[in-house]
T-cell receptor, first 114, second 116 residues
Framework: EPEVTQTPSHQVTQMGQEVILRCVPI?????FYWYRQILGQKVEFLVS????????KSEIFDDQFSVERPDGSNFTLKIRSTKLEDSAMYFC????????????FGSGTRLTVV | AQKVTQAQTEISVVEKEDVTLDCVYE???????LFWYKQPPSGELVFLIR??????QNEISGRYSWNFQKSTSSFNFTITASQVVDSAVYFC?????????????FGTGTRLTIIP
């Protein structure tokens, strides 16, 4: 069963530091996403990415956030200057194409900002 | 705007009982997709089912079944003969048919505890 792989599984960072969360989507998937889940809350959409550009972003995805697909396999989320409230589980997801088949999530990166 | 409501915050049942998790959605689109995901204590999101708005047939997969009713905008999930391994948070999610950016809107989840 193809998987979306996320690294690291857990990251602790100091407030104000930059952090990069990494994801390897399923190889033949075309659409990529980042979602966030603050502890005990629901999963929230951050950003979608297709054809090497952002196709939609939420209000949460402000100027501190950026995404990149640097080499055709990795998909990264960068937070430039982390805040305490950025502490959350971050999920990467990918899907193949039409009709939302195979909308698959990675196992998440738990980010703790101290 | 799309919205998903899971009114049951927490449910506890004794093992082997049947349990139904409710999901009510709102959308203005005629084409949309509904999902259920399981989040066990380890934290990952496990895909359970995807259903499009044109397919109102109920689905059964082992002990799991789903009841999709467009008339009441509901997509409920039933676990038959529950087991301790079913203990998790269950999320219902909705996506409208867009132009490539089909994001999922999640409900707030239902925490299911199966008591041995």
């Amino acid at each position: 069963e193809p998987e979306v792989t996320q690294t690291p599984s857990h990251q602790v960072t100091q407030m104000g530091q930059e952090v990069i969360l990494r994801c390897v989507p399923i190889s033949n998937h075309l659409y990529f996403y980042w979602y966030r889940q603050i502890l005990g809350q629901k999963v929230e959409f951050l950003v979608s990415f297709y054809n090497n550009e952002i196709s939609e972003k939420s209000e949460i995805f402000d100027d501190q956030f950026s995404v990149e697909r640097p080499d055709g396999s990795n998909f990264t989320l960068k937070i430039r200057s982390t805040k305490l409230e950025d502490s959350a589980m971050y999920f990467c997801a990918s899907r193949q194409g039409a009709n939302l088949y195979g909308y698959t999530f990675g196992s998440g990166t738990r980010l703790t900002v101290v | 705007a799309q919205k998903v409501t899971q009114a049951q915050t927490e449910i506890s049942v004794v093992e082997k009982e049947d349990v139904t998790l409710d999901c009510v959605y709102e959308t203005r689109d005629t084409t949309y997709y509904l999902f259920w995901y399981k989040q066990p204590p380890s934290g990952e999101l496990v895909f359970l089912i995807r259903r499009n708005s044109f397919d109102e047939q109920n689905e059964i997969s082992g002990r799991y079944s789903w009841n999709f009713q467009k008339s009441t905008s509901s997509f409920n999930f039933t676990i038959t003969a529950s087991q301790v391994v079913d203990s998790a948070v269950y999320f219902c999610a909705l996506s409208e048919k867009g132009f490539g950016n089909e994001k999922l809107t999640f409900g707030t989840g239902t925490r299911l505890t199966i008591i041995p």
